[in-house]
């Protein structure tokens, strides 16, 4: 099994810093902060990270000459956080080899994603996922259970990959809409709904795998 990825956070805001990552390490990556590119080549050397999100408007040097600095010093991906959305300014980033772009104000979880996207693509994140005789592969939209593909909605299919990513970890209802269905604020009975058609299926072809938790949520265990 794969290490988990480091992420390397240089964001000068320290709410935001500090929201991206204890999302990340929700997540499982292990993320470091940092609140300028000042000591930036000293963590590349000693946290050896495999992607580093940049703010673009940062005290010192700006977001897109650390870009630079990193792909002096390191094979690090980079993922830019910046409200500056124009073409040229991508162009630009681009041409510094940033990977992607997430444009501010952002939802954590979509960030998040695109981290996992970038370190993906770069062979940091496993791609299939295995809890006891369930195997689901992101990838290929693809779950089997004992051998048995299973006929699952988009929904489903998103709410049991995120869970199974997650696998040994219980997450709450709050936690699960905002990272399946990208926000909070709709009925958490959503999450009740699709988990009960999401178990008649899996539960088929074995016993229970998707657990309720009581008082704090769900948890998928073999």
């Not at 000693?46 to 005290?59: C, N, R």
């Not at 089997?144 to 709450?172: I, P």
Request: no cysteine.
């Amino acid at each position: 099994m794969l290490p988990p990825a480091r992420v390397l956070v240089v964001e000068d805001d320290d709410a935001i810093r500090a929201s991206v990552i204890s999302a990340l390490a929700a997540e499982r990556f292990v993320a470091r902060g940092l609140p300028s590119g000042e000591h930036l080549v000293d963590e590349l050397r000693a946290f050896v990270p495999d992607l580093v999100l940049l703010d673009w408007m940062l005290p010192g040097p700006s977001g897109i000459v650390l870009a630079e600095r990193v792909r002096r010093a390191s094979d690090a991906g980079v993922i830019m956080m910046t409200a500056r959305d124009g073409v040229d300014d991508r162009l630009r980033g681009f041409g510094e080899g940033v990977d992607d772009y997430v444009v501010k104000p952002f939802v954590v979880a979509e960030l998040v994603a695109r981290v996992t996207a970038v370190l993906r693509r770069r062979g940091r994140v496993a791609t299939v996922v295995e809890v006891g005789d369930l195997v689901v592969d992101p990838d290929a939209g693809v779950a089997r259970r004992a051998g048995h593909d299973l006929d699952l909605t988009a929904t489903e299919f998103r709410l049991l990959a995120h869970l199974a990513a997650n696998r040994g970890r219980t997450l709450s209802k709050t936690q699960i809409l905002t990272q399946v269905w990208g926000y909070d604020h709709v009925d958490a009975n959503l999450v009740e709904v699709h988990l009960s058609a999401l178990r008649k299926k899996m539960e088929a072809h074995g016993p229970r795998l998707v657990h309720t938790v009581r008082g704090l949520g769900y948890q998928v265990s073999a």
